[in-house]
């Protein structure tokens, strides 16, 4: 079955610096990579994904990209405000299927 | 308004008795999972169901049940709880196509004592 890995598993970043987590897959077949975010105490809501056929996506100050010969797919943030303080899931799905498999999830500290 | 509710937030248990978390959604999605999270290990899926009547383990299913009888329910059954089942448990659907957003329910917090 599909295996993803996820690192770092914390961050901290000063207000207004970059972030980025970054993801590994094994399963080949997959070919969509959404990302969760979880504020505390709160369900996981998806904020960005991106499917195989596009190597880079980008909505306002997040975007994602993706290798899919390496198998490594990364959410980037920049310009980070205190409310992106949350724990990020990356996750793999394959294509003829509605399973997920999550990252272990990063948590993002932004600090002022 | 769209929603995947579950019942109760927070539950705690003695050891051995039987409970059960409720999932109900509201969006017609054919495909309904229970996942658990936990401290480093992220979220796991412990059962999914892709329509009516047809529910398959996920990755971590031992202790566990679920039924769907209907499309918008999906409960999940400890039958004899145990300590090591404590942990935080979320439901999700999704419409049954590949690439769709899943959606979460608030969570249920389970401890088993």
């Known amino acids: 079955g599909e295996n993803v890995e996820q690192h770092p598993s914390t961050l901290s970043v000063q207000e207004g610096d970059s972030a980025v987590i970054k993801c590994t897959y094994s399963?080949?077949?997959?070919?969509?990579f959404p990302w969760y975010k979880q504020e505390l105490g709160k369900r996981p809501q998806l904020i960005i994904d991106?499917?195989?056929?596009?190597g880079e996506k980008k909505d306002q100050r997040i975007a994602v990209t993706l290798n899919k010969t390496a198998k490594h797919f990364s959410l980037h943030i920049t310009e980070t405000q205190p409310e992106d303080s949350a724990v990020y899931f990356c996750a793999a799905q394959p294509g003829t299927a509605s399973k997920l498999t999550f990252g272990t999830g990063t948590r993002l500290q932004v600090t002022l | 308004e769209a929603q995947v509710t579950q019942n109760p937030r927070y539950l705690i248990t003695v050891t051995g008795k039987k409970l059960t978390v409720t999932c109900s959604q509201n969006?017609?999605?054919?495909?309904m999972s229970w996942y658990r999270q936990d401290p480093g290990l992220g979220l796991r899926q412990i059962y999914y169901s892709m329509n009516v009547e047809v529910t398959d383990k996920g990755d971590v299913p031992e202790g566990y049940k679920v039924s769907r009888k209907e499309k918008r329910n999906f409960p999940l059954i400890l039958e004899s709880p145990s300590p090591n089942q404590t942990s935080l448990y979320f439901c999700a659907s999704s419409a049954a196509r590949a690439r769709t957003e899943a959606f979460f329910g608030q969570g249920t917090r389970l401890t088993v004592v």
């Open positions: 399963d080949s077949a997959s070919n969509y």
């Open positions: 969006m017609n999605h054919e495909y």
């Open positions: 991106i499917r195989s056929n596009v």
